[in-house]
């Protein structure tokens, strides 16, 4: 039976490629999602893909994640930064996490430089474009998830 990861993406995310690329650049949340379900069938893991501008559907899916995922990747966006909701229910997620973030954070104003995800994740990809996103993923091969 092949791992399963859950790719959990915040909000405005569906919107990549077309919201400030000279940020983000000018690849999509579905090219984002093809590249990931490729590497992930070569390497022997299940993608679980979501994308939600909504906190409570995030929530939800995290949730779902408990009895049914050997990881997650989470890009929560700017609930990052605001979002105590989603560190709670990560911290009921007894698996790895890994936080991605395509820009550095840390390189754009001050209130997104904390992210009360990080608390919680065992690492954080920022800046790296979408590329974060493949890293983490191989990061769970490398663990052995």
Excluded at 26 to 44: F, K
Excluded at 60 to 70: F, G, L, P
Aim: glycine share 8%; hydrophobic share 40%; net charge negative.
């Amino acid at each position: 039976m092949s791992k399963c990861i859950y790719v959990l993406n915040g909000p405005n995310l569906n919107l990549l490629g077309t919201r400030q690329p000279e940020v983000y650049g000018h690849e999509t949340l579905a090219d984002v999602q093809q590249r990931l379900l490729e590497r992930a069938a070569q390497l022997g893991f299940e993608i679980e893909f979501f994308q939600s501008n909504s906190e409570g559907d995030i929530i939800d899916k995290i949730h779902e994640a408990r009895s049914r995922a050997d990881g997650i990747i989470i890009n929560p966006a700017a609930y990052s930064h605001t979002s105590v909701a989603i560190l709670d229910a990560l911290n009921t997620f007894e698996q790895p996490v890994i936080e991605v973030h395509i820009s550095n954070i840390h390189r754009r104003e001050s209130f997104r430089h904390h992210s009360f995800v990080s608390a919680r994740a065992e690492g954080v990809i920022a800046g790296l474009g979408t590329k974060g996103y493949l890293l983490a993923l191989e990061h769970f091969v490398d663990a052995g998830q």
